[in-house]
C-alpha cells in the first residue's frame, strides 16, 4: 500500500467490511512491537464499547497473537522459561 503525501493510506474493502469501518468511522492504531493494528474506534462512552463478558473479549483479541511458528507447549516454555520441577529422562 502506498501512503500519500499527507500520510494517507486506503483501507481495503475487504478489511473494511470485516471491521464495520465506513465513511465518517474511527479507527485506532495499536503498536505491538513489530506490528501495528488498526482496530474500529467504536465511539460513545468506554463503558458501551467494553467487552460484556470474557468471552466476548476474547472472540475480540482472537487471531491476534503471532508465536511465531511455536506450539503453545513451546510458547510458554519460552515465556515462563524451562520446568526446573520435571525431569529431564
Not at 57 to 75: I, P, Q, R
Request: hydrophobic share 35%; glycine share 12%.
Amino acid at each position: 500500500m502506498r501512503v500519500t503525501e499527507k500520510g494517507q493510506v486506503t483501507i481495503p474493502k475487504p478489511i473494511r467490511d470485516k471491521l464495520g469501518i465506513g465513511p465518517g468511522s474511527e479507527v485506532a492504531f495499536v503498536d505491538r512491537g513489530d506490528n501495528v493494528v488498526v482496530l474500529e474506534a467504536r465511539s460513545g462512552p468506554a463503558s458501551d464499547s467494553a467487552p460484556k463478558s470474557f468471552e466476548e473479549w476474547a472472540d475480540s483479541v482472537a487471531g491476534t497473537l503471532d508465536l511465531g511458528g511455536m506450539t503453545t507447549d513451546e510458547y510458554m516454555e519460552w515465556l515462563r522459561g524451562p520446568r526446573d520441577d520435571l525431569d529431564s529422562h
